[in-house]
T-cell receptor
């Protein structure tokens, strides 16, 4: 069965500091996708990134970057020069497609607080 | 705005009652997924429909049911409600499979009193 572990329950950093959110996953499939979602205080889930299991290139989008390492089954998320608006709960998720049973499995989330 | 619309945004009801949550997927999306987010269980997959047919089932209670209509909107029916059913219920949609992006609605916050 697939599993996503976000060991950091809560993180607080001072504004402008860099912060890394950890995500470790388990799956038996060779083909899968990994996702990060942001849930701000307003409650909606905002899609941030999708990465497929065959693409281990790191990705950078503005202040956000993602480090995917299959060797350690990790898909970590770094925010550089954090801002107060980054305060939210961040979820890592794994999609696995077993025929007839397809779903996103979410981690328990990391609550990130940026202190002004 | 994800393009996925959920109504109502908030719902307060008594134990034993039945409620219906509605979801309109993004235009062109054939798959609809329902998730439950509670403090103790986190984000849990309930059920998926694809083009009107049930495609996958997760940890959905027998008191809960869902359907997807010909216009692709979906409804999640929760009956014999218990206090523990209080949660945020999300709907998500995608064009086809979860190998694409899944766009989430804003959720329906259900409070059972």
């Amino acid at each position: 069965a697939q599993k996503v572990t976000q060991a950091q329950t809560e993180i607080s950093v001072v504004e402008k500091e860099d912060v890394t959110l950890d995500c470790v996953y388990e799956t038996r499939d060779t083909t899968y996708y990994l996702f990060w979602y942001k849930q701000p205080p307003s409650g909606e889930l905002v899609f941030l990134i999708r990465r497929n299991s065959f693409d281990e290139q790191n990705e950078i989008s503005g202040r956000y970057s993602w480090n995917f390492q299959k060797s350690t089954s990790s898909f970590n998320f770094t925010i550089t020069a954090s801002q107060v608006v980054d305060s939210a709960v961040y979820f890592c998720a794994l999609s696995e497609r077993n025929f007839g049973n397809e779903k996103l499995t979410f981690g328990t989330g990391t609550r990130l607080t940026i202190i002004p | 705005d994800s393009g996925v619309t959920q109504t109502p945004k908030h719902l307060i009801t008594a134990t034993g009652q039945r409620v219906t949550l509605r979801c309109s997927p993004r235009s062109g999306d054939l798959s609809v997924y329902w998730y439950q987010q509670s403090l103790d269980q986190g984000l849990q997959f309930l059920i998926q429909y694809y083009n009107g047919e049930e495609r996958a089932k997760g940890n959905i209670l027998e008191r809960f049911s869902a359907q997807q209509f010909p216009d692709l909107h979906s409804e999640l029916n929760l009956s014999s409600l218990e206090l523990g059913d209080s949660a945020l219920y999300f709907c998500a949609s995608s064009v086809d499979t979860l190998y694409g992006e899944a766009f989430f609605g804003q959720g329906t916050r259900l409070t059972v009193v």
